[in-house]
């Protein structure tokens, strides 16, 4: 069974610092990894996803995450923290094709980011 | 191309009474997935649905708790006799038929609370 573990529930950053989110996954077959952020009250927006291409993979809005099969990790980073960042951040995997044949994606509890000016 | 909508946004009902949330998929996408988050929870996996066929339902609750996407018109995800615990998002998510790279495109989500 696939599972994913996001370090910290809560991060907090200056603005202009570096942002790091972490995310760790078990499967048990070759993964596919995404990230997603969700505003208040608003629904999921994907920030990037890592589908056995480059495993640096850049996303939207200065993100980027890199695959490491070793660590079995994809650790979101951003340079440099900005005010709209604030929000709360998703990883979740999808592997092959379940018995059931259903793509569905198992989430992490989330990490909110705060951005202090 | 309009994006995944949901309504109502926000639903309140009291504990017995009966639950309808409606999903309409982004255009071209056939394939729609129902997801539950609890506060302070992680989006959990509820089903699956194409078109008239329901292909997974394996985090679905054995009880109360049922999906359709029919022919025409939204997905529409049922909770019957309504508890305290059903209170959570629930989302919707589409995609389109082919393969797992494709990106789960999400709804801004129904917020039921049950009283």
């Known amino acids: 069974a696939q599972s994913v573990t996001q370090l910290g529930s809560h991060v907090s950053v200056s603005e202009g610092a570096l942002v790091l989110l972490r995310c760790n996954y078990s499967?048990?077959?070759?993964?596919?990894l995404f990230w997603y952020v969700q505003y208040p009250n608003q629904g999921l927006q994907l920030l990037l996803k890592y589908t056995s291409a480059a495993t640096l993979v850049k996303g939207i809005n200065g993100f980027e995450a890199e695959f490491k099969k070793s660590e079995t990790s994809f650790h979101l980073t951003k340079p440099s923290a900005h005010m709209s960042d604030a929000a709360e951040y998703f990883c979740?995997?999808?592997?092959?094709?379940?018995?059931?044949?259903?793509?569905?994606?198992?989430f992490g509890k989330g990490t909110k980011l705060s951005v202090i000016p | 191309n309009a994006g995944v909508m949901q309504n109502p946004r926000h639903l309140v009902r009291r504990r017995g009474q009966e639950a309808r949330l409606r999903c309409s998929p982004m255009k071209g996408h056939s394939h729609v997935y129902w997801y539950r988050q609890l506060p302070e929870e992680g989006l959990k996996f509820m089903v699956y649905l194409q078109k008239e066929n329901i292909i997974d339902e394996s985090g679905m609750p054995k009880e109360r708790f049922s999906a359709e996407f029919p022919k025409e018109g939204p997905s529409i995800l049922r909770i019957q006799q309504v508890v305290r615990g059903d209170s959570a998002a629930y989302f919707c998510?589409?995609?389109?038929?082919?393969?797992?790279?494709?990106?789960?495109?999400f709804g801004p989500g129904t917020r039921l609370t049950v009283l």
């Open positions: 998510a589409s995609s389109p038929p082919g393969s797992i790279t494709d990106t789960q495109y």
């Open positions: 499967s048990s077959v070759p993964p596919y």
């Open positions: 979740a995997v999808s592997d092959t094709w379940s018995g059931a044949g259903s793509y569905q994606l198992t």
